[in-house]
């Protein structure tokens, strides 16, 4: 059994110009981080011209499917059906994105295969982290 997916994903990025400019980005979920979600967005797509990674939780995703969540650097809400906006805020700016929603599902249906829905806890090796802690504390 697979103990990563990534998940290309196609995000729209919503710019104050009245097109959108459709970008390629990836939902990655590891089973290592089994609360976690990354998106990444490739170097052309970020202002810096730099690969640019967002971390945040399964649950913020999964939530953000049916009604606006989060109030820190993530924040995801409904737009109609099909769509879910992702907010990433920084202190250079914010970036808003559009995802289609069937692809949200997806990605998440295939999480909860790889580690279900709950039991995160058990998939998280707390003697191995608190002794990498202590490694690097030294």
């Known amino acids: 059994m697979p103990t990563v997916i990534d998940q290309p994903v196609e995000a729209r990025l919503v710019a104050a110009a009245p097109r959108m400019s459709s970008i390629p980005a990836t939902l990655h979920y590891d089973r290592l981080d089994p ?3 990354r998106m990444a967005f490739p170097a052309p797509a970020t202002l810096e011209g730099v690969d ?6 399964r649950e913020l995703l999964a939530a953000g499917l049916h009604g606006a969540e989060g109030h820190g650097d993530v924040r995801v809400r409904p737009y109609g059906y099909d769509r879910t906006v992702l907010e990433f805020h920084a202190p250079e700016g914010t ?10 599902r997806r990605f998440l249906r295939a999480t909860s295969e790889l580690v279900a829905i709950g039991t995160e806890h058990l998939h998280i090796d707390l003697d191995h982290d608190l002794a990498e802690l202590m490694r690097d504390a030294r």
């Open 35 to 37: 609360f976690a979600v």
């Open 52 to 57: 640019v990674c967002w971390t945040f939780s």
């Open 95 to 104: 970036a808003v994105v559009h995802v289609h929603s069937a692809e949200i």
